[in-house]
Protein backbone atom coordinates (compact mmCIF):
# COMPACT_ATOMS: atom_id res chain seq x y z
CA UNK A 1 0.00 0.00 0.00
CA UNK A 2 1.42 3.20 -0.93
CA UNK A 3 2.02 6.10 1.48
CA UNK A 4 1.44 8.93 -0.62
CA UNK A 5 1.00 9.67 -4.48
CA UNK A 6 2.99 12.49 -6.14
CA UNK A 7 -0.06 14.67 -7.68
CA UNK A 8 -0.03 14.69 -11.61
CA UNK A 9 2.99 11.78 -12.06
CA UNK A 10 0.81 9.07 -10.51
CA UNK A 11 -1.30 6.70 -11.74
CA UNK A 12 -5.01 6.11 -10.65
CA UNK A 13 -5.10 2.63 -9.81
CA UNK A 14 -8.86 2.39 -8.73
CA UNK A 15 -9.73 0.04 -5.97
CA UNK A 16 -7.56 -2.62 -6.20
CA UNK A 17 -6.72 -4.39 -3.53
CA UNK A 18 -4.58 -6.99 -4.85
CA UNK A 19 -1.81 -8.43 -2.29
CA UNK A 20 -3.71 -6.79 0.23
CA UNK A 21 -5.21 -8.38 3.69
CA UNK A 22 -7.96 -6.75 5.37
CA UNK A 23 -9.38 -7.45 9.14
CA UNK A 24 -12.80 -7.19 9.00
CA UNK A 25 -15.25 -7.28 12.28
CA UNK A 26 -19.04 -8.06 11.79
CA UNK A 27 -18.23 -9.72 8.45
CA UNK A 28 -20.45 -12.37 8.48
CA UNK A 29 -24.16 -10.02 7.55
CA UNK A 30 -25.17 -6.86 6.91
CA UNK A 31 -22.43 -3.92 6.22
CA UNK A 32 -19.80 -5.58 7.49
CA UNK A 33 -20.39 -8.49 4.77
CA UNK A 34 -20.69 -6.52 1.87
CA UNK A 35 -17.48 -4.74 2.43
CA UNK A 36 -15.53 -8.36 2.57
CA UNK A 37 -17.62 -9.11 -0.56
CA UNK A 38 -16.26 -6.01 -2.23
CA UNK A 39 -12.49 -5.58 -0.69
CA UNK A 40 -12.49 -9.62 -2.18
CA UNK A 41 -13.38 -8.91 -5.34
CA UNK A 42 -11.53 -6.41 -5.63
CA UNK A 43 -8.31 -8.97 -4.80
CA UNK A 44 -7.95 -8.58 -1.25
CA UNK A 45 -7.62 -11.05 1.37
CA UNK A 46 -9.81 -11.33 3.95
CA UNK A 47 -9.72 -12.16 7.69
CA UNK A 48 -13.44 -12.75 8.65
CA UNK A 49 -14.68 -11.60 12.38
CA UNK A 50 -17.92 -11.72 14.17
CA UNK A 51 -18.46 -12.83 17.86
CA UNK A 52 -20.06 -16.80 15.68
CA UNK A 53 -17.40 -19.29 14.96
CA UNK A 54 -19.74 -20.59 12.64
CA UNK A 55 -20.61 -17.95 10.49
CA UNK A 56 -17.32 -16.51 10.24
CA UNK A 57 -16.24 -20.13 8.69
CA UNK A 58 -19.43 -19.91 6.19
CA UNK A 59 -18.46 -16.20 5.20
CA UNK A 60 -14.64 -17.44 4.73
CA UNK A 61 -15.53 -20.60 2.48
CA UNK A 62 -17.65 -17.97 0.10
CA UNK A 63 -15.28 -15.67 -0.17
CA UNK A 64 -12.51 -18.33 -1.05
CA UNK A 65 -14.83 -20.07 -3.46
CA UNK A 66 -16.17 -17.40 -5.16
CA UNK A 67 -13.20 -14.55 -5.18
CA UNK A 68 -10.32 -17.33 -5.37
CA UNK A 69 -9.04 -14.84 -2.34
CA UNK A 70 -7.35 -16.44 0.94
CA UNK A 71 -9.94 -15.48 3.89
CA UNK A 72 -9.16 -17.17 7.51
CA UNK A 73 -12.64 -17.32 10.33
CA UNK A 74 -11.21 -16.12 13.49
CA UNK A 75 -14.15 -15.18 15.66
CA UNK A 76 -13.99 -12.77 18.09
CA UNK A 77 -16.37 -10.57 20.34
CA UNK A 78 -15.31 -7.28 20.23
CA UNK A 79 -16.58 -5.92 23.68
CA UNK A 80 -13.64 -8.23 25.22
CA UNK A 81 -10.35 -6.36 25.53
CA UNK A 82 -8.54 -9.35 25.76
CA UNK A 83 -10.28 -11.15 22.93
CA UNK A 84 -9.41 -8.09 21.08
CA UNK A 85 -5.66 -8.33 21.72
CA UNK A 86 -5.71 -12.09 21.59
CA UNK A 87 -7.28 -11.68 17.32
CA UNK A 88 -4.54 -8.18 16.73
CA UNK A 89 -1.89 -10.98 17.70
CA UNK A 90 -3.34 -13.78 15.78
CA UNK A 91 -4.29 -11.78 12.11
CA UNK A 92 -0.69 -10.30 11.91
CA UNK A 93 0.49 -13.88 12.65
CA UNK A 94 -1.04 -15.74 10.68
CA UNK A 95 -1.52 -13.07 7.33
CA UNK A 96 1.92 -11.94 7.72
CA UNK A 97 0.58 -8.34 8.57
CA UNK A 98 -2.91 -6.79 8.49
CA UNK A 99 -3.23 -3.50 5.42
CA UNK A 100 -6.69 -2.33 5.99
CA UNK A 101 -9.16 -2.79 9.62
CA UNK A 102 -12.40 -2.12 9.32
CA UNK A 103 -14.10 -2.13 12.77
CA UNK A 104 -17.51 -2.67 11.46
CA UNK A 105 -18.86 -4.82 14.34
CA UNK A 106 -21.82 -2.82 16.67
CA UNK A 107 -24.70 -3.28 18.70
CA UNK A 108 -27.68 -0.95 19.64
CA UNK A 109 -30.49 -3.18 21.93
CA UNK A 110 -33.75 -1.61 22.49
CA UNK A 111 -34.55 -0.58 25.78
CA UNK A 112 -38.33 0.72 27.65
CA UNK A 113 -37.03 3.67 29.02
CA UNK A 114 -33.86 6.06 29.64
CA UNK A 115 -34.13 4.98 33.21
CA UNK A 116 -34.05 1.50 32.91
CA UNK A 117 -31.45 1.10 30.63
CA UNK A 118 -29.00 -0.94 33.26
CA UNK A 119 -25.07 -0.68 33.91
CA UNK A 120 -24.71 -3.58 31.93
CA UNK A 121 -26.64 -2.83 28.98
CA UNK A 122 -24.25 0.64 28.85
CA UNK A 123 -21.10 -1.14 29.48
CA UNK A 124 -21.78 -3.85 26.62
CA UNK A 125 -23.16 -1.03 23.84
CA UNK A 126 -19.81 1.24 25.25
CA UNK A 127 -17.43 -1.73 24.79
CA UNK A 128 -18.15 -3.11 21.31
CA UNK A 129 -18.59 0.10 19.73
CA UNK A 130 -16.01 1.66 21.01
CA UNK A 131 -13.33 -0.14 23.73
CA UNK A 132 -12.98 -2.83 21.15
CA UNK A 133 -12.48 -0.69 18.05
CA UNK A 134 -10.28 1.19 19.89
CA UNK A 135 -7.67 -2.21 20.94
CA UNK A 136 -7.63 -2.94 17.55
CA UNK A 137 -6.64 -0.18 16.03
CA UNK A 138 -4.13 0.34 18.99
CA UNK A 139 -2.48 -2.95 18.23
CA UNK A 140 -2.80 -3.71 14.45
CA UNK A 141 -1.97 0.33 13.97
CA UNK A 142 1.18 -0.07 15.54
CA UNK A 143 2.01 -3.02 13.76
CA UNK A 144 0.94 -1.18 10.20
CA UNK A 145 3.28 1.93 11.58
CA UNK A 146 6.14 -0.32 11.98
CA UNK A 147 5.51 -1.33 8.58
CA UNK A 148 5.37 2.34 6.62
CA UNK A 149 1.53 1.85 5.70
CA UNK A 150 -1.58 1.13 6.27
CA UNK A 151 -5.70 1.80 6.78
CA UNK A 152 -8.12 1.57 9.21
CA UNK A 153 -12.05 2.51 8.58
CA UNK A 154 -13.80 3.13 11.57
CA UNK A 155 -17.56 2.70 11.11
CA UNK A 156 -19.98 4.62 12.96
CA UNK A 157 -23.52 5.91 12.71
CA UNK A 158 -25.41 9.04 11.87
CA UNK A 159 -26.88 8.69 15.44
CA UNK A 160 -23.97 10.64 16.57
CA UNK A 161 -24.73 13.30 14.73
CA UNK A 162 -28.39 12.83 15.27
CA UNK A 163 -28.81 11.01 18.03
CA UNK A 164 -32.74 9.38 18.28
CA UNK A 165 -34.38 8.67 22.21
CA UNK A 166 -34.26 4.98 21.44
CA UNK A 167 -30.25 4.78 21.12
CA UNK A 168 -28.54 7.54 22.98
CA UNK A 169 -25.59 5.03 24.58
CA UNK A 170 -25.16 4.16 20.81
CA UNK A 171 -25.08 7.79 19.35
CA UNK A 172 -22.92 8.61 22.34
CA UNK A 173 -20.46 5.34 21.79
CA UNK A 174 -20.88 6.15 18.11
CA UNK A 175 -19.57 9.61 18.36
CA UNK A 176 -17.17 8.71 20.83
CA UNK A 177 -15.29 6.68 18.18
CA UNK A 178 -15.57 9.18 15.50
CA UNK A 179 -13.73 11.41 17.68
CA UNK A 180 -11.16 8.51 18.57
CA UNK A 181 -10.56 8.18 14.99
CA UNK A 182 -9.61 12.31 14.52
CA UNK A 183 -6.86 11.10 17.48
CA UNK A 184 -5.82 8.24 15.72
CA UNK A 185 -5.24 10.07 12.41
CA UNK A 186 -2.63 11.71 14.04
CA UNK A 187 -1.08 9.10 16.41
CA UNK A 188 -0.88 7.00 13.53
CA UNK A 189 -0.07 9.40 10.95
CA UNK A 190 1.53 9.97 8.62
CA UNK A 191 1.84 6.16 7.03
CA UNK A 192 -1.43 5.08 8.07
CA UNK A 193 -4.51 6.36 7.47
CA UNK A 194 -7.35 6.53 10.20
CA UNK A 195 -11.00 7.41 8.76
CA UNK A 196 -14.22 7.18 9.41
CA UNK A 197 -17.53 6.20 7.56
CA UNK A 198 -20.91 7.25 9.26
CA UNK A 199 -23.62 5.01 7.53
CA UNK A 200 -27.43 6.32 8.13
CA UNK A 201 -30.34 3.74 7.82
CA UNK A 202 -29.35 -0.11 5.80
CA UNK A 203 -32.05 -2.64 4.80
CA UNK A 204 -30.03 -4.87 6.62
CA UNK A 205 -30.94 -7.47 9.40
CA UNK A 206 -31.69 -5.16 11.47
CA UNK A 207 -33.97 -3.66 9.83
CA UNK A 208 -36.39 -6.64 9.59
CA UNK A 209 -37.93 -5.46 12.66
CA UNK A 210 -38.49 -1.85 11.62
CA UNK A 211 -41.87 -0.69 10.93
CA UNK A 212 -41.46 0.17 7.66
CA UNK A 213 -44.61 2.26 7.66
CA UNK A 214 -43.59 4.68 10.42
CA UNK A 215 -39.98 4.62 9.14
CA UNK A 216 -40.99 5.72 5.63
CA UNK A 217 -42.83 8.36 6.98
CA UNK A 218 -40.10 9.49 8.90
CA UNK A 219 -37.93 9.29 5.93
CA UNK A 220 -39.93 11.48 3.88
CA UNK A 221 -39.11 14.01 6.44
CA UNK A 222 -35.56 13.49 7.27
CA UNK A 223 -33.90 11.81 4.21
CA UNK A 224 -32.91 13.68 0.83
CA UNK A 225 -33.09 10.50 -0.54
CA UNK A 226 -36.32 9.85 1.36
CA UNK A 227 -35.24 5.71 1.57
CA UNK A 228 -33.04 3.59 3.51
CA UNK A 229 -29.96 2.03 1.96
CA UNK A 230 -29.05 -1.34 0.33
CA UNK A 231 -25.95 -3.15 1.69
CA UNK A 232 -23.99 -2.89 -1.52
CA UNK A 233 -24.57 1.00 -1.34
CA UNK A 234 -21.77 1.09 1.51
CA UNK A 235 -19.03 -0.45 -0.42
CA UNK A 236 -17.69 2.59 -2.56
CA UNK A 237 -16.68 4.64 0.44
CA UNK A 238 -15.30 1.96 1.66
CA UNK A 239 -12.57 0.77 -1.37
CA UNK A 240 -12.26 4.32 -1.40
CA UNK A 241 -11.11 4.37 1.94
CA UNK A 242 -9.13 1.24 1.80
CA UNK A 243 -7.13 1.45 -1.25
CA UNK A 244 -4.85 4.08 -2.68
CA UNK A 245 -7.78 6.59 -4.49
CA UNK A 246 -7.84 7.57 -0.97
CA UNK A 247 -4.04 8.20 -0.09
CA UNK A 248 -4.62 12.10 1.31
CA UNK A 249 -7.52 11.00 3.01
CA UNK A 250 -7.14 10.56 7.02
CA UNK A 251 -9.21 12.04 9.63
CA UNK A 252 -11.82 12.44 7.62
CA UNK A 253 -16.15 11.42 7.97
CA UNK A 254 -17.53 10.03 5.00
CA UNK A 255 -21.41 10.25 5.56
CA UNK A 256 -23.05 7.14 3.48
CA UNK A 257 -27.05 8.03 4.53
CA UNK A 258 -29.07 9.51 1.60
CA UNK A 259 -29.10 12.75 3.10
CA UNK A 260 -30.05 12.65 6.57
CA UNK A 261 -30.83 16.31 7.76
CA UNK A 262 -33.21 15.40 11.31
CA UNK A 263 -33.66 12.84 13.86
CA UNK A 264 -35.35 9.80 12.30
CA UNK A 265 -36.88 8.47 15.44
Known sequence: ????????????SGFDLTGRTALITGATRGLGLAIARAFAGAGADIVVSSRKEDACTATAEELRADHGVKAWAMPCN???????????????QVTGGIDVLVNNAGLSPLYPSLGEITEALYDKVIGI????????????????VARGRGSIINVTSIESDHPSVYALPYA???AALANTTIGLSRALGPHVRVNTISPGPFLT????????????????QAISMRRAGEPGEIVGAALYLASDA???????TIRVDGGVFGTLG
Open 1 to 12: MSDHRDAGTSPF
Open 78 to 92: VSSWDQCTELAHRAE
Open 129 to 144: NVKGPFRLAALIGEAM
Open 172 to 174: AAK
Open 205 to 220: DISKAWDMAKFNAAAD
Open 246 to 252: SSYTTGA
